[in-house]
């Protein structure tokens, strides 16, 4: 079983930054990739960026290629995202997943329980 909680969301003003943190706990965690997603209301859940324990390789979506940092910290399990050149249409509830990877959700089998990001003038 694996345990993933995100923090770090919050309002921003459009340029702005923003860090997401997702603690991970679990025997086999090491095993799993990580991925962030968002999900905007009335919108389906949207891959964003994915990161391999194994190697560290990173992969993001085309919309914050550029402007968002996957990353990991071993040492505290943790994966991060770090947002910068905020928009609105980054606004969404940003979930955290573990799994055998990829850009689909359906590829993910755990999850935290999401964290708010609103970007506003």
């Known amino acids: 079983q694996v345990q993933l909680v995100e923090s770090g969301g919050g309002s921003v003003q459009p340029g702005g930054s923003l860090r997401l943190s997702c603690a991970a706990s679990?025997?086999?965690?090491?095993?799993?990739?990580m991925g962030w997603f968002r999900q905007a209301p009335g919108k389906e859940r949207e891959f964003v960026a994915g990161?391999?324990?194994?190697?560290?390789?990173?992969y993001y979506s085309d919309s914050v290629k550029g402007r968002f940092t996957i990353s990991r910290d071993n040492a505290k399990n943790t994966v991060y995202l770090q947002m910068n050149s905020l928009k609105p249409e980054d606004t969404a509830v940003y979930y955290c997943?573990?799994?055998?990877?990829?850009?689909?959700?359906?590829?993910?089998?755990?999850w935290g329980q999401g964290t708010q990001v609103t970007v506003s003038s």
């Open positions: 997943a573990a799994g055998p990877g990829g850009i689909n959700y359906h590829e993910y089998d755990y």
């Open positions: 990161l391999r324990w194994s190697g560290g390789s990173t």
């Open positions: 679990g025997r086999t965690v090491r095993n799993y990739a």
